[in-house]
């Protein structure tokens, strides 16, 4: 289903740790997941993307692991920069119809220099 | 690539008149973009789905003639709130799917804060 959070979780991290946030999806039937990074008035950045028939997929610093079992989705960022302080959000591509995307609630990621 | 803007980047305006949002696939066409609306500390909610040269579909509890959406070309979609009121005060957010290669990935606008006094 659709999030209507009204409170962001937030995840606070030290400059050079690694971050892992995480994001629990809705429809076992959904075949397609992006994470995007929003930065405070903008709009959404993709990041990574990942397919159902996967379970890993690596990018620049970002990893992306899913698990269909448990319908569980995390990104993985290596050495975290001050610059990856952002809320993320992970999106979920429902099948049927038209391939709209449902979007979890988000994660601020606040990084300490 | 797929870079996707929208005008105005804000947007005051008195309750009661009419506000019109560009959104534009600068370097990709697009069959089908996306309306999206986002309320502050909250996750980004589907309003419609546009898509060109036909009706747009529009999501459980959004009203069709008071958001209006025309999709005229494979670059540009445009989302007019009709007779707004404070309530639709938010921040307006498109997307886009680009036609070409079977992406089912989405690019983002820059989004359009409307503030309604």
């Known amino acids: 289903g659709e999030s209507v959070g009204l409170h962001l979780p937030t995840l606070s991290v030290q400059e050079g740790d690694n971050s892992i946030i995480n994001c629990a999806y809705s429809n076992s039937a959904s075949d397609y997941f992006i994470w995007y990074k929003q930065e405070s008035g903008k709009g959404p950045q993709f990041i990574i993307d990942?397919?159902?028939?996967?379970d890993k997929r690596q990018g620049q610093r970002v990893t992306v692991l899913l698990n269909k079992t448990v319908k569980h989705l995390s990104l993985q960022i290596a050495a975290t920069q001050p610059g990856d302080s952002a809320v993320y959000f992970c999106a979920e591509k429902v099948a049927f119809p038209g391939g709209k995307l449902i979007f979890g609630q988000g994660t601020e990621l606040s990084v300490k220099p | 690539g797929a870079v996707v803007s929208q005008h105005p980047s804000r947007v005051i305006c008195k309750s009661g008149t009419s506000v019109k949002i560009e959104c534009r696939s600068l370097?990709?066409?697009?069959?089908?973009m996306f309306w999206y609306r986002q309320f502050p500390k909250q996750s980004l909610m589907l309003m419609a789905t546009s898509n060109e040269g036909s009706k747009a579909t529009y999501e459980q509890g959004v009203e069709k003639d008071k958001f209006l959406i025309n999709h005229a070309s494979l670059t540009l979609s445009t989302l007019t709130v009709t007779s707004a009121h404070p309530e639709d005060s938010s921040f307006y957010i498109c997307?886009?799917?680009?036609?070409?290669?079977?992406?089912?990935?989405?690019?983002f606008g820059p989004g359009t804060r409307l503030t309604v006094l």
């Open positions: 997307s886009a799917r680009p036609l070409a290669g079977g992406t089912d990935t989405q690019y």
């Open positions: 370097d990709f066409q697009a069959t089908t």
């Open positions: 990942i397919r159902s028939n996967m």
